[in-house]
């Protein structure tokens, strides 16, 4: 060895050497597994059963043939979970939800055009709701259209209406829809095996053990088809998130100081009238009650005028006898104090 090395010449041959040998040891390398795993492959199935019924799963107890059916089906649920991936979509999976606020001066005639916008694009209404303000009617509106026809539709808006505000946010949810497919797919599968299974069970245990699984799957089965429908749907269809707001002029951003200075300037005129307007509807409103005022108050201002003279009157007869009772002259004769009175 030590001459090998001391030869230059066989240094140079030591790197090839080398290249040679390290591949003829990753060749039997392999082999031994590959001779390993065919080893257990060959060992009977009693004991493969047995290793499975030592770790307490469900299933333990089945005869080896249906013990084998069903490690073929949990095989199965692995491959689709394992394939289950970004390159095996085509394309993207995107949801699109969009916000409009609109404002309109002809209420009635926009919402009634709302539906046959829908169905020129093919959508629906979701939900609605309106309320009534003193400034006006406001609606809110959930639309679900045709994702293709979202740009269609929301263009449409604007015929009767002025969008105010307009948004579209994007979400990707195309992990979501292959993890969700890809174990439907699983399911599906595991659950063609327990079925054939069950036709092969020998025992009442085989048979009511593969029964509650197959159950389960089952009761998972529906759940992730619901899932998969609505995120199809979310896919399929957009929603429009969509408000409106009557009103009597149209709010119209301005950003110079002549133009903000003259709009609040009509503006303030407007409120102006609209304060005047008020107080007119105000005024008309309480003539009832002025009217019942004036019956009721009139009549009672004149009796406490008379009883006011009669009461003056009385005082002043009484005044009069006490001084002559004082002097010792005999009384005046009484007269009518309405008499007495000068005319005019």
């Not at 060959?42 to 047995?50: G, S």
């Not at 394309?91 to 919402?111: E, H, I, N, P």
């Not at 994702?147 to 946010?169: C, H, K």
């Amino acid at each position: 060895m030590k001459r090998f090395k001391s030869n230059p010449r066989n240094r140079k041959l030591l790197p090839v050497l080398l290249c040679l040998i390290l591949p003829l040891l990753s060749v039997l390398a392999a082999c031994s597994n590959t001779a390993k795993d065919q080893a257990e492959s060959l060992l009977p199935a009693t004991e493969q059963w047995a290793a499975y019924d030592s770790t307490g799963n469900a299933g333990a107890g089945l005869s080896v043939e249906n013990y084998a059916l069903m490690q073929n089906a949990k095989s199965g649920e692995e491959v689709a979970e394992a394939s289950a991936d970004g390159s095996n979509a085509e394309g993207r999976y995107v949801t699109a939800t969009a916000s409009v606020d609109l404002q309109t001066r002809m209420y009635d005639a926009f919402v009634s055009s709302i539906q046959a916008k829908l169905d020129e694009v093919g959508g629906y209404i979701e939900s609605n709701n309106e309320y009534n303000y003193d400034s006006g009617r406001n609606a809110y509106y959930v639309i679900r259209v045709p994702a293709e026809r979202l740009d269609a539709f929301l263009d449409g808006l604007s015929a009767n209406a002025t969008v105010i505000s307009r948004s579209v946010q994007l979400t990707d949810i195309t992990d979501n829809m292959i993890q969700t497919g890809s174990r439907k797919k699983a399911l599906e599968a595991e659950e063609k095996a327990l079925l054939s299974i069950l036709e092969k069970a020998e025992t009442v245990d085989e048979i009511i053990k593969v029964q509650d699984r197959l159950s389960q799957v089952r009761a998972e089965l529906e759940s992730y088809t619901q899932s998969l429908a609505h995120l199809q749907n979310l896919v399929q269809y957009s929603t429009v998130n969509m408000s409106i707001q009557e009103v009597e002029r149209i709010t119209t951003p301005k950003q110079t100081f002549g133009a903000l200075a003259g709009s609040g300037f009509v503006n303030s005129l407007k409120n102006v009238g609209a304060g005047l307007r008020n107080f007119a509807i105000w005024l008309i409103s309480i003539v009832p009650y002025l009217v019942l005022i004036v019956v009721v108050a009139v009549p009672c201002f004149f009796l406490l005028r008379s009883l006011r003279r009669k009461r003056k009157a009385h005082q002043a007869d009484a005044t009069a006898t006490a001084n002559v009772s004082g002097s010792g002259l005999p009384p005046a004769p009484k007269t009518d104090s309405a008499a007495a009175e000068p005319k005019g």
